[in-house]
């Protein structure tokens, strides 16, 4: 059974760098085709799409948000980490992880989601 | 604005079947059948309903059906029961440097 958590500061200051940690189980991240997402979505707003890193370390980002994000994997811990530089209000959301293979090229399992409110 | 096209809102009755549209380009929806929808109660995370435009999870009722046509896929609810009643989301991979889009939400009210 796959499963994965959300951490991090539910509430940032405008201009800071907001870090976000995925402990998860279930999967490896060392297995070819597997591939770790952050998705996020504003209160009473659709989902994004933020970042997503494969198994053989090779990250993608969204082009509107590239220069603000980082993501990167401790496969022995099973972690993800996503960080996300200069945050603003408008970066008010639910931070999801997400599980995903290239088989499937879908989010098939979700953590929680942890909500991060950008305010002064 | 999302990438991807829904309707903000359908509704029917119970028994009855729906149809929700998501609509794109030749660069995602059209361009691979790498189309997933997905299943938000409030207050809790996206379920996948559909992956590879017609493959449900398992576990997942048969009452869902996807399909696509050109730059349009669609989810297809049979039988509606009260708990089908929640906002669905279709998401694609692309060949643009976005390389996940997402649609806009369709809100699923059952009568």
């Known amino acids: 059974q796959i499963t994965l958590k959300e951490s991090g500061p539910t509430l940032v200051k405008p201009t800071q760098t907001l870090t976000l940690t995925c402990t998860f189980s279930?999967?490896?991240?060392?297995?070819?085709?597997?591939?770790v997402g952050w998705i996020r979505q504003p209160p009473g707003k659709a989902l994004e799409w933020l970042t997503l890193?494969?198994?053989?370390?090779?990250?993608r980002y969204s082009p509107s948000l590239e220069s603000r994000l980082t993501i990167s994997k401790d496969t022995s811990r099973n972690q993800v980490v996503l960080t996300m530089t200069n945050m603003d209000p408008v970066d008010t959301a639910t931070y999801f992880c997400?599980?995903?293979?290239?088989?499937?090229?879908?989010?098939?399992?979700w953590g929680q989601g942890t909500l991060v409110t950008v305010s002064s | 604005q999302s990438a991807l096209t829904q309707p903000a809102s359908v509704s029917g009755s119970p028994g009855q079947s729906i149809t929700i549209s998501c609509t794109g380009t030749?660069?995602?929806?059209?361009?691979?059948?790498?189309v997933s929808w997905y299943q938000q109660h409030p207050g809790k995370a996206p379920k996948l309903m559909i992956f590879?435009?017609?493959n449900r999870p398992s576990g997942v009722s048969d009452r869902f059906s996807g399909s696509k046509s050109g730059n349009t896929a669609s989810l297809t609810i049979s039988g509606l029961q009260a708990e089908d009643e929640a906002d669905y989301y279709c998401?694609?991979?692309?060949?643009?440097?976005?390389?996940?889009?997402f649609g806009g939400g369709t809100k699923l009210t059952v009568l």
């Open positions: 997400t599980h995903m293979t290239v088989t499937s090229a879908s989010w098939d399992s």
């Open positions: 279930g999967f490896s991240l060392s297995t070819t085709g597997v591939g």
């Open positions: 998401s694609s991979f692309t060949t643009s440097t976005t390389l996940v889009v």
């Open positions: 590879y435009v017609t």
């Open positions: 890193i494969y198994w053989d370390d090779d990250k």
């Open positions: 030749s660069r995602d929806v059209g361009g691979y059948n790498y």
